[in-house]
């Protein structure tokens, strides 16, 4: 099975611009989390995605903003871009049953605001 | 206000010398919490999941137990090639939404000279 998909891997964007990130989740998940990771806060959730629904939203401002398609694939969009973005953007896939299964996460993209 | 800590920051070991890390938790209703390893500029790869309190999981050299307010990943025999960063992961009962959401610790930077 092919793993959590993001792309690009490196992005480098100017301060106020705008960038969207994506996510092709394993084959069969269908819930799709982003994370955000800096040196000084490690990883902090987003938000989640299923069924093309956003069900849960993490604490950070609604400049970052997602969505997901119906093959489960999803995006995430930074706008107005600030330098404190800067960051290592993940992505997560899990098979959504009964039991609390565990998260699969991609390589990331890295996002460099200048 | 959910709580991991993680300890300690950073772990140096020499091949061979066993030790343990630490997980503790302050959180209302554990789910599930998670172990994962990340090497650098990577995505986190997941290694365990425990969901109950005397549960304990094993793989090659690394051992992963829990209690009723934290966890253990000891690691048994190291070998420079276990260098990485570990991270734990909880996932809390808020609601029916709440699966996709982990928080972590911040990590422990493990470095295990040959």
């Known amino acids: 099975k092919a793993g959590v998909t993001q792309t690009p891997r490196y992005l480098i964007k100017t301060r106020g611009q705008q960038v969207t990130l994506s996510c092709s989740p394993i084959?069969?998940?269908?819930?799709v989390s982003w994370y955000q990771q800096t040196p000084g806060q490690g990883l902090q959730f987003l938000f989640e995605y299923f069924s093309e629904t956003q069900r849960n939203k993490g604490n950070f401002p609604g400049r970052f903003s997602g969505r997901q398609f119906s093959n489960s694939r999803s995006e995430m969009n930074v706008s107005t871009l600030e330098l404190g973005d800067s960051a290592l953007y993940l992505c997560a896939s899990r098979e959504v049953t009964t039991m609390n299964t565990e998260a699969f996460f991609g390589q990331g993209t890295r996002l460099t605001v200048v | 206000e959910d709580q991991v800590t993680q300890s300690p920051e950073a772990l140096r070991l020499q091949e061979g010398e066993s030790s343990s890390l630490n997980c503790s938790y302050t959180?209302?209703?554990?789910?599930?919490l998670f172990w994962y390893r990340q090497d650098p500029g990577k995505g986190p790869e997941f290694l365990f999941t425990l969901y109950s309190a005397g549960e304990e999981k094993e793989k090659e050299r690394l051992k992963a137990t829990l209690t009723k307010k934290e966890s253990f990943l000891h690691i048994t025999a190291p070998k420079p090639e276990d260098s990485a960063t570990y991270l734990c992961a909880v996932n809390v009962a808020a609601g029916g939404t709440s699966y996709g959401k982990l928080t972590f610790g911040q990590g422990t930077i493990l470095t295990v000279h040959p």
């Open positions: 084959s069969g998940h269908r819930s």
């Open positions: 959180v209302s209703g554990l789910r599930g």
